[in-house]
């Protein structure tokens, strides 16, 4: 099988390493990767299940990620008869139907829980990247199971283009294969590695500090004059950094005065706390006392998987 390789994110404790992606792992590279930028995570057990299939809107979700692009706290439908307004995804759902990333099937559905394959995969990925295929060529079938008149062509060819795949000893990809948590990383991690983003300024994040800083941490954006999750459930001795995305200073000022930053936070700088002891912790930014966020702190075992 095509030797691709995902997450979706957790509110668990993070340790350097998964318990079931080794060093030896051809996932490794790339979940270590994406997991020190933020994009992925793991569960609270330490483990990774590279081997878990990934549904539609779980890989929408880290695709948008990827791709740095800003998702407002919506809910809605997205006028698909098969979704739900509140559920986790509506955010996520509403932006990339809004930004032409998705469409959804004929029927007006939208099979959030359909296992997503390989090739619906690229669409939702060169599609969040703004990548034009005008001028891509497909001048005979891209490899020897993903043919030239199938309507993923393009998307595949760029992709071959791009170093993104690597196809079997058959020369084959196998285009309906559903996508593991491990194969959507690897696909992403070699979409970054490989091809420069580009993607429309209006709905990408503003730009993020050195990534290593947020390395094994909860992220908590500041953008917009807000603390994006402004309230986090976290496992016991899970790292926090918040990363301040607007233009002006802000400050992370703990209301109990158990942390905080100690300077202001300028634009792109970030702070990091670790929070060893059990408990809720309110915190407010000193600049603007509008800004109010709280950090929950339970053991490891009761922190649940977003």
């Not at 032409?100 to 296992?115: A, R, S």
């Not at 020369?171 to 491990?182: D, E, F, H, V, W």
């Not at 420069?196 to 917009?224: F, G, H, R």
Request: charged share 15%; net charge neutral; with cysteine.
């Amino acid at each position: 099988m095509l030797s691709l390789q995902l997450s979706v994110v957790t509110a668990g404790a993070q340790s350097a390493n998964f318990s079931d992606v080794p060093a030896n792992s051809p996932y490794y590279t790339a979940i270590m990767d994406l997991k020190s930028r933020g994009i992925i995570g793991g569960y609270p057990d330490g483990t990774y299940k590279p081997d878990q299939m990934v549904n539609r809107v779980e890989a929408l979700k880290i695709i948008l990620l990827g791709a740095d692009i800003l998702v407002p706290n919506n809910t809605g439908t997205g006028g698909f008869s098969d979704t739900q307004a509140h559920e986790w995804y509506a955010k996520y759902l509403l932006q990339a139907k809004t930004l032409g990333i998705v469409n959804g099937y004929p029927d007006g559905t939208f099979k959030p829980t359909q296992t997503v394959n390989l090739v619906e995969n690229l669409k939702m990925l060169i599609n969040a990247r703004n990548i034009n295929l005008d001028k891509v060529v497909v001048s005979g079938n891209p490899y020897a199971d993903a043919m030239a008149a199938q309507w993923y062509a393009k998307f595949v060819e760029y992709a071959k283009e791009q170093k993104w795949l690597t196809p079997d000893s058959k020369n084959m990809i196998y285009p309906a294969q559903g996508m593991t948590r491990g194969k959507l990383a690897q696909l992403l991690y070699n979409s970054l590695k490989n091809t420069p983003m580009n993607v429309p300024a209006a709905t990408q994040q503003t730009q993020q500090p050195t990534l290593w800083n947020t390395q094994d941490a909860l992220v908590v954006n500041i953008q917009n004059m807000q603390f994006v999750k402004n309230s986090m459930t976290v496992a016991q001795g899970a790292k926090v950094a918040w990363v301040n995305k607007d233009n002006v200073s802000h400050t992370i000022t703990s209301d109990d005065g158990k942390f905080t930053s100690s300077t202001t936070l300028d634009p792109g700088q970030v702070y990091i706390f670790t929070f060893n002891n059990l408990g809720t912790f309110t915190y407010h930014c000193s600049l603007h006392p509008t800004m109010k966020g709280t950090i929950i702190v339970k053991p490891a075992i009761e922190v649940p998987t977003i």
